[in-house]
């Protein structure tokens, strides 16, 4: 059977099509879930297209930097060519997953913004914030919801809440200065802080159907699809450089002890991904686990390898995420650890094919030595 405001659409358009509406009746507004089809992003960095600028990391610090710098102008750089925004903005890259997703609906549209926490995405009626000048996500999908006709929600969210980055910083001042692990103390803090991420997940999914169903939607008129994070380091040994020496730091970007890495890429990952599934099964979200997205593209992988001049950047070998660039040469450091061009590019082939797949959790994965389109989904 229709949901009602399905039903009432093709009601409105019967009736127009038969010449029923009349001069004397009010001009009516569009119905809910009218308009353009539409997909929508929403969350954090990991999906509103942080480190998009990057085509691949390479050592150049000059020019186009061996061509993975897409911001150089060939005189200078411009970052907004990328994100339309510089430092302390959102960062919604032209290559954001959901820009990356192909003809998936008549119109993409990301609402997510680097550095969002839960309480961003929440309605401001609700005690949500608003965050970097504007609303609250879920306030921003009311309008959307409003004058389109939403079919998917892809949402990216928890890293944040978590503290994925003072994990980063903690992990990589360990190696840098203190020359000790980070993962002992940093999983103390992890487990103290994973009840509440995964509570405020849940509300954040429970934001999203109270708006959808304040404009009229029923559950199985749209998608919720919750997503888990990528590593962007690789096991310690598939990592391309020795433990010791400066080689992680100066050339690799990831500087990060073995048990560190092997801690962060088999356990925090699959931790987090692992609470976000239970969130979408309790929520009724289809689960797209992305924890093993990057696998053999991670920085510093032994399966790819950084652009040169003689061997510009390809997504076949390129690495698909940000490196630490500790001397800040390149960039900005918020940059560092999130998946670049190419790698949003593989997670929009990932979004891609769970819009083709109705029901179910899925996991997506990369083909080994093929690039973003070679990406495949399987039973998550």
Known sequence: MPSPHRALRAFLALCTAAGLATAAAPAAQASPGGGPTAVVAMGDSYISGEAGRW???????????DGTDRAWTGSGYDPSRVYGSTAGGCHRSDVSEVRSAGPIATELINLACSGATTENVVRAARGGLAYKGEAPQADRLAAVAATHDVELIALSIGGNDLGFADIITACATDYLVW???????????VDARID????SVGTAVD????VMSGAGYAASDYRIVLQSYPSPLPRAAENRYSESGWSRTNTGGCPFWNEDSDWARDSLVPQLSGRLRQVAVAKGAQFLDLRDALQGREVCAKASRQATASQPPSGATAEWARWIDSRSTQGLVQESMHPNAYGQQALGRCLALIRAVPSGHRACRNTAGAGPSGMYLTAG
């Open 196 to 199: 509440a991420v995964t509570a």
């Open 179 to 189: 020359y000790s692990y980070c993962h002992d103390d940093q999983q103390a803090e």
């Open 207 to 210: 934001e999203i159907r109270a």
């Open 55 to 65: 085509l691949g990391n390479g050592l150049t610090n000059s020019g186009s930097r």
